[in-house]
């Protein structure tokens, strides 16, 4: 294979603010191990204290890291010559995918009711969930609300490929059936006793498909990981062909030095503003958003076509944690960069790309949850984070979902959990059916039209968010895996949508 080319990062994942309790334990993001490692030199992961798990006691030391290691640089960027293009853009309307298997589930009366000549009109009305507030989600069967209509419905805000038209109208659709998808950030990467780089190139691994046999419908990636020297676009892709729906977050490193915690400001009364034409900082934020362009670029399906990806960016940007919230940048500069970021990797010929806006506490910041929305003509997504201890976590989180619900339906816009769970993790919870009776059932009370809910990294034993076999809340994960108003990856139902459809001809399993 050659020599190496680049030495393997250390997986030193204790980020900058690990133990900083920062907004109290009420803090709507999980701080710390964000990034699934830090920069350091030579690996040396069979010594650190994450590793010594039942699992990886037995893995061979430096020798088996080296031949690691050796594996990393061979598969990893997959590239020496040019990076593939995007998908062509869509030049006329989506025609339906002539799927009638829906034609059994239950309708509701309107222009939105199914049928060969489905269409939208544009009304935001009819476009709504036509559930009536007080109707609790979580009495009623999971095809109530179903629109039938694949093919039609709202058009992304940019132009967009086929593809990524026919997710979001997927989205859309799942916004209206009765039921939740899941998804996890990282689920096919890092697991709880299994590092990165232990399966390499073996992309099915997954602790949600250990405790289930089946896959999140929604599987999560940071791109800053990707500026950090990790290639992982092929798990991206292996997880896309099996009809997974791909979203991004991007913990981008302070431009003035640090990392996304880092909120020192510098000389600067507004940071964000500095990204932006004519600021101090716009060219590095360009450079940055083409590294961006070339991760994007190598994301396609066998056909070529670009995969479609939900792009979280600035997310939690109505808090103060990051250096693009509330401490360093005001809302006009966060719109404004924003619309900038978007636009320019929009006109970089990524015609893939659905846009998320992903606020922290929107029942409490609600000032600063109107203010910083980029606006309908830059979000295809409206959704929101929410952490928090057991105490308090379904109070809070129905609290905002109900706020982002309503919003996103006056804005005719899908509305998502993007990142959610309990503070540290629920290693702690002794409540063995919290995923079903906790998070699941106040969710559907309250909010069934989201269309999912994310929740974060298995980052070891002691840190994680999906329960293994032997831990306390795994009988409450396999009740909500079973239960019928929830989603997962190889759901029948999941199986008619418009997108699942029209991708199962060239990866979709």
């Known amino acids: 294979a050659g020599p190496p080319t680049a030495t393997m990062p250390d997986y030193r994942y204790d980020a900058v603010g690990k133990d900083q309790d920062l907004d109290g334990e009420e803090t709507g993001a999980y701080h710390g191990r964000d990034v699934i490692y830090k920069e350091g030199t030579a690996a040396t992961p069979s010594l650190h204290s994450r590793f010594m798990t039942k699992?990886?006691?037995?893995?061979?030391?430096?020798?088996?890291?080296?031949?690691?290691?050796?594996?990393?640089?061979?598969?990893?960027?997959?590239?020496?010559?040019?990076?593939?293009?995007?998908?062509?853009?869509?030049?006329?309307?989506?025609?339906?995918?002539?799927?009638?298997?829906?034609?059994?589930?239950?309708?509701?009366?309107?222009?939105?009711?199914?049928?060969?000549?489905?269409?939208?009109?544009?009304?935001?009305?009819?476009?709504?969930?036509?559930?009536?507030?007080?109707?609790?989600?979580?009495?009623?069967?999971?095809?109530?609300?179903?629109?039938?209509?694949?093919?039609?419905?709202?058009?992304?805000?940019?132009?967009?490929?086929?593809?990524?038209?026919?997710?979001?109208?997927?989205?859309?659709?799942?916004?209206?059936?009765?039921?939740?998808?899941?998804?996890?950030?990282?689920?096919?990467?890092?697991?709880?006793?299994?590092?990165?780089?232990?399966?390499?190139?073996?992309?099915?691994?997954?602790?949600?498909?250990?405790?289930?046999?089946?896959?999140?419908?929604?599987?999560?990636?940071?791109?800053?990981?990707?500026?950090?020297?990790?290639?992982?676009?092929?798990?991206?892709?292996?997880?896309?062909?099996?009809?997974?729906?791909?979203?991004?977050?991007?913990l981008a490193a302070n431009p003035l030095g640090g990392d996304a915690y880092n909120v020192t400001c510098g000389n600067y009364d507004d940071l964000m503003a500095e990204l932006l034409p004519g600021g101090d900082l716009h060219d590095t934020w360009k450079s940055w958003l083409d590294t961006v362009s070339e991760f994007m670029d190598d994301l396609t399906f066998d056909n070529g076509e670009a995969i479609p990806v939900i792009f979280r960016l600035f997310h939690e940007g109505t808090a103060s944690w990051y250096w693009w919230g509330t401490t360093c940048s005001s809302s006009d500069s966060y719109v404004d960069a924003w619309k900038f970021t978007a636009t320019y990797l929009n006109e970089k010929g990524h015609k893939n790309i659905l846009w998320e806006y992903a606020p922290s506490k929107p029942s409490t910041l609600t000032d600063e949850f109107t203010d910083y929305y980029p606006g309908d003509d830059f979000i295809d997504i409206i959704s929101f984070d929410r952490y928090a201890t057991n105490a308090t976590y379904s109070d809070y989180v129905t609290a905002d979902c109900e706020v982002v619900v309503e919003y996103a339906q006056e804005h005719n816009k899908v509305a998502a959990l993007a990142e959610t769970g309990i503070w540290k993790g629920i290693q702690n919870i002794t409540n063995s059916l919290w995923y079903e009776n906790k998070f699941l059932e106040p969710i559907m009370e309250k909010c069934p039209q989201l269309a999912y809910a994310l929740t974060y990294t298995n980052f070891e034993e002691q840190t994680y968010w999906v329960p293994m076999k032997d831990e306390t809340t795994y009988p409450g994960f396999i009740e909500f895996y079973h239960d019928e108003h929830t989603m997962f990856l190889n759901d029948s139902l999941y199986h008619e949508t418009s997108y699942y459809n029209y991708i199962k001809g060239f990866g979709a399993k």
């Open 55 to 250: 699992r990886n006691i037995a893995i061979a030391g430096v020798v088996g890291v080296g031949l690691m290691a050796a594996a990393y640089i061979t598969n990893g960027s997959g590239s020496n010559g040019a990076p593939s293009s995007s998908g062509q853009p869509v030049v006329e309307t989506l025609s339906n995918n002539d799927t009638t298997v829906s034609d059994s589930l239950p309708k509701v009366e309107g222009i939105n009711s199914g049928g060969d000549q489905a269409e939208w009109d544009g009304k935001t009305t009819d476009a709504d969930n036509k559930r009536k507030k007080d109707m609790s989600g979580w009495e009623s069967p999971r095809s109530y609300g179903w629109w039938g209509n694949h093919g039609s419905g709202p058009k992304p805000v940019f132009e967009s490929t086929q593809a990524t038209t026919s997710l979001l109208q997927t989205l859309h659709e799942m916004n209206e059936v009765n039921t939740m998808a899941f998804g996890q950030q990282y689920a096919n990467y890092v697991g709880q006793d299994w590092p990165w780089f232990q399966y390499w190139g073996e992309y099915h691994h997954s602790d949600v498909y250990s405790d289930t046999g089946d896959y999140p419908l929604v599987f999560g990636y940071d791109i800053q990981d990707f500026f950090k020297g990790h290639k992982f676009q092929e798990y991206i892709k292996w997880a896309a062909k099996q009809g997974g729906i791909i979203t991004f977050s991007w």
